[in-house]
């Protein structure tokens, strides 16, 4: 049990990745949140994490880019169980669109997402952690966090932006123990992935096998999706690592997408 008796708080984790990373850490021994948009969908899932693990969990109600909803959420988790352990910020959205007919609404929507939702939770996160002297942050990063696609403006932005904020959390954190580190998956099979195969082969005008074949996997060593288990697997990692000596990295798990 890597992460006995730890509060883990997982955004976006109704669904996906952040889904798996809740539930590995629930296996690791655990308390889970899951702070998801929709409070019945994050009940849902704490409960069948609950039912499949055996760990405490709880459901919060957060929208990432709302400052009060934040604020909010973390003093529950807080009063429920007195202290915050591991933050991941994983809520994220996509948008596709080539950059001359980006709407000024959706990129700031995605920077809103990715990046204050980034800001928002880790703020909110801080000053529990500082006080108990540890702490590790995560942001779900992408390969587009170093490299860049087309069509995807916003969002190739907001995840480079992730690791400077991780490496300025980095510094301010390390003289109280907490850490921040950035995962960088390739493309993985959630329904954030689904909806964008359709867009994409309409976008590039070719068939939706190739979106996958010659857009998606292209680069890889094997032809291979990363899969949730792939990612949670990082996520444990920067979770359980004990000591400051692995803060401010980002690591690339992407079957030889982006090699550094
Ligand atoms: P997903 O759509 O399965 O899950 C995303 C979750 O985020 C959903 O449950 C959704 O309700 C939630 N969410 C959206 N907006 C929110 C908000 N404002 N506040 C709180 N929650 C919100 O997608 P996923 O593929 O699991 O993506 C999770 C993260 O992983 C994202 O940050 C994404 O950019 C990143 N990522 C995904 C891939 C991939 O290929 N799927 C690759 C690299 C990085």
């Known amino acids: 049990m890597r992460l006995k008796d730890k509060v883990?708080?997982?955004?976006?984790?109704?669904?996906?990745?952040?889904?798996?990373?809740?539930?590995?850490?629930?296996?690791?021994?655990?308390?889970?949140?899951?702070?998801?948009?929709?409070?019945?969908k994050?009940?849902?899932?704490?409960?069948?994490?609950?039912?499949?693990?055996g760990a405490a969990s709880m459901a919060v109600a957060m929208d990432v880019t709302?400052?009060?909803?934040?604020?909010?959420?973390?003093?529950?988790?807080?009063?429920?169980?007195?202290?915050?352990?591991?933050?991941?910020?994983?809520?994220?959205?996509?948008?596709?669109?080539?950059?001359?007919?980006?709407?000024?609404?959706?990129?700031?929507?995605?920077?809103?997402?990715?990046?204050?939702?980034?800001?928002?939770?880790?703020?909110a996160c801080l000053p529990h952690m500082y006080k108990a002297g540890s702490g590790s942050i995560i942001f779900m990063g992408s390969v587009h966090s170093k490299e860049a696609s087309v069509l995807k403006a916003?969002?190739?932005?907001?995840?480079?932006?992730?690791?400077?904020?991780?490496?300025?959390?980095?510094?301010?954190?390390a003289k109280h123990g907490?850490?921040?580190?950035?995962?960088?998956?390739?493309?993985?099979?959630?329904?954030?992935?689904?909806?964008?195969?359709?867009?994409?082969a309409k976008e590039l005008g070719i068939s939706e096998e190739d979106v996958i074949k010659n857009v998606m996997l292209k680069d890889t060593v094997d032809a291979e999706f990363t899969t949730t288990a792939d990612v949670a697997e990082v996520a444990l990692l920067f979770a359980s690592f004990p000591t400051n000596a692995l803060t401010g990295q980002s690591l690339v798990v992407s079957h030889g997408w982006f090699m550094q």
């Open 8 to 40: 883990a708080i997982v955004t976006g984790s109704a669904s996906g990745i952040g889904k798996e990373i809740a539930t590995k850490y629930a296996s690791e021994g655990a308390k889970i949140v899951i702070a998801d948009l929709n409070l019945e």
């Open 66 to 123: 709302d400052e009060a909803a934040v604020n909010a959420g973390i003093e529950a988790v807080v009063k429920k169980w007195g202290q915050i352990d591991v933050l991941v910020s994983n809520a994220g959205i996509q948008i596709v669109n080539p950059l001359e007919s980006f709407s000024l609404s959706d990129w700031k929507k995605m920077l809103a997402i990715h990046l204050d939702g980034a800001f928002l939770t880790t703020r």
């Open 154 to 173: 916003p969002y190739v932005t907001a995840k480079h932006g992730l690791i400077g904020l991780a490496k300025v959390i980095a510094k301010e954190g």
């Open 178 to 200: 907490v850490r921040a580190n950035v995962i960088c998956p390739g493309f993985v099979r959630t329904p954030l992935v689904d909806k964008q195969i359709p867009e994409q």
């Open 42 to 53: 994050s009940q849902a899932t704490a409960d069948e994490i609950t039912k499949e693990t």
